[in-house]
């Protein structure tokens, strides 16, 4: 039964996993410096004030930290607002869970501020009844807690809520929570691809054949 579905934004919802990929080439560029060729991967598993020391350090940058984050920051914001795409399928999935009265939520780790920006240019932010962040909650992904504050707003059990999600960790902490899941591919998560698979009640290469989905989570 799918009574409420919770959908995570990036790498979900939005094809915008490239943007975090090549987030310091983007800058560089701005700034008429040529990145190494390996740089997104260096920075990825970098926040961003870590990312502007390793910028500073590396390519002699003669600004402040909090000067390259805020540089940092203005390439994300820009990205969203003006050129991250939806993954396809998405738009259909959404109007038929609301077609079938289905209330849904967004729990995203990312920025409110960018989620609503992208999602209101794309015209689906109507879809949704609310966004949880994980700074709101006060929490990341690895605790339950921005899945039960989204099924408080939908007015649903976690047994009956759908939680949307391509990160191996977020799956595994919704699933522990009682929550139903469903595993999306986004090539960012290509390393964890078979543990999602096997940790997933549902997997979905991609938003297609939104009905067969439906047998399958309504069985």
Not at 41 to 52: R, T
Not at 80 to 89: A, M, N, S
Not at 93 to 103: I, M
Request: aromatic content about 12%; proline content about 3%; glycine content about 6%.
């Amino acid at each position: 039964m799918i009574r409420g579905v919770i959908f995570d934004v990036d790498g979900v919802l939005l094809n915008s996993m490239p943007v975090w990929e090549n987030l310091g080439e983007l800058y560089l560029n701005r700034l008429g410096v040529e990145a190494e060729k390996d740089l997104g991967e260096i920075l990825f598993a970098m926040s961003l004030e870590e990312g502007a020391e390793y910028l500073i350090s590396h390519y002699g940058i003669e600004k402040t930290p909090e000067e390259i984050v805020r540089g940092l920051n203005r390439e994300v914001q820009e990205f969203y607002e003006k050129r991250v795409p939806l993954k396809e399928g998405v738009r259909q999935y959404l109007q038929e869970f609301r077609d079938r009265k289905v209330p849904m939520a967004i729990a995203t780790s990312g920025d409110q501020k960018n989620a609503e920006s992208a999602l209101k240019r794309l015209k689906i932010l109507s879809y949704f009844q609310g966004i949880f962040t994980c700074s709101e909650i006060g929490s990341s992904k690895s605790q339950p807690d921005i899945y039960y504050a989204a099924a408080l707003q939908l007015d649903t059990d976690p047994s009956e809520t759908w939680v949307f999600e391509d990160a191996l960790h977020a799956l595994k902490t919704a699933k522990q929570a009682g929550f139903k899941t469903v595993g999306v591919y986004d090539q960012a998560s290509d390393r964890n691809l078979a543990q999602i698979w096997n940790t997933a009640d549902i997997y979905l290469p991609e938003f297609k054949d939104f009905n067969l989905f439906w047998k399958r989570a309504s069985a």
